[in-house]
């Protein structure tokens, strides 16, 4: 199942393009107000959403509805992978030396729907690049998980543009969560594709095209640590609760590595797109950063 979130009379909802007709995103505000009610509803909640969207005989347009981010309020920071393709771990070397994946977070109001704008204040950064990954959901709390039990925690799998300050990234001291965390900057979507539905996460072309032509083109099947490798890392000694994301790391091509440098400028479009999941298609504006988020209408918070 594809759910998602829709803005409909002024109102979030959860919503599923109805299957068999993907055009259509069924109304599903009858199971659960949003993914997290889902989520924590296990596979009962999925059942009966799943009866919803399959016993409906049309849905609205999905050409006409707003979508949302799928899960605008993750539990807890967005978890990320840096350099977690090998290709680029060596696109980003500095003097010739490579270094190891890591691991850190994105702060949760970085989150923006998936055909947003996406935002560039001069005064805050020069140095926006862009960033395809595959966005994983957690369904299922837990610790200390082995890497053999990690793909039982999966709820699903998403796209997400891990659009990054690289100037703010590698300022004061190089820690990268705050270059990683402008409000609004970090587009998801367009929905969750559950995992009984989605293609094996092990094969996955990537790719991202900045105003139509190919900047990033991978395949997870580069990933250094995979998936299950990194929920049995996440989780060590670390509660992974369900509604957590997981930003699985990106391929080479990104901006800041080329030569020379190239970095977003207003009235870019990205199009961003993982194989069997879908694909975010986001321009840039001229706006002050942080100025829309305390009045964003359908942000609960
Ligand atoms: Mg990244």
Redesign the pocket.
């Known amino acids: 199942m594809k759910l998602l979130m829709f803005r409909h009379d002024g109102e979030s909802r959860l919503g599923a393009l109805r299957p068999g007709h993907e055009h259509e995103v069924v109304d599903l505000s009858e199971v659960a107000p949003d993914l997290l009610a889902v989520i924590d509803a296990g596979e009962r909640g999925l059942e009966h959403a799943r009866k919803v969207a399959a016993n409906a005989n049309r849905g609205l347009p999905l050409k006409d509805v707003t979508l949302l981010p799928p899960i605008e309020s993750p539990r807890g920071n967005v978890i ?3 350099r ?1 393709y090998q290709k680029h771990a060596e696109e980003t070397a500095t003097n010739g030396d490579i270094k190891p994946p890591t691991i850190f977070t994105k702060a949760i109001t970085s989150i923006t729907g998936p055909y947003d704008d996406i935002e560039i204040d001069p005064s805050v950064s020069n140095q926006l690049d862009w ?1 395809v ?1 595959l966005g994983v959901v957690i369904g299922k709390r837990g610790a200390n998980i082995a890497r053999r039990d990690a793909m039982n925690h999966v709820f699903g799998y998403f796209v ?1 543009n ?1 659009v ?1 300050a690289r100037d703010i990234q590698n300022g004061w001291g190089g820690q990268y969560f705050k270059g ?1 965390s402008l409000d609004r900057s970090c587009p998801t979507g367009p929905w969750v594709v559950t995992k009984d539905e989605a293609p094996g996460p092990g094969n996955l072309a990537l790719r991202l095209t900045l105003n139509g032509v190919i900047k990033q083109e991978g395949n997870t099947a580069d990933m250094i640590h995979p998936i299950d490798a990194i929920i049995e890392w996440a989780s060590k000694g670390m509660t992974l609760l369900p509604g957590a994301l997981i ?1 699985t ?2 391929p080479d091509g990104v901006g800041f590595a080329r030569k020379p440098p190239e970095y977003l400028k207003v009235g870019d479009v990205m199009e961003t797109e993982v194989e069997g999941i879908g694909a975010l298609r986001n321009q840039m504006v001229a706006a002050k950063v942080g100025a829309r988020l305390a009045d964003h209408s359908h942000r609960r918070t």
């Open positions: 990320a992978m840096g977690n960033e990954e997400l891990d990054s990683k930003a790391g990106t």
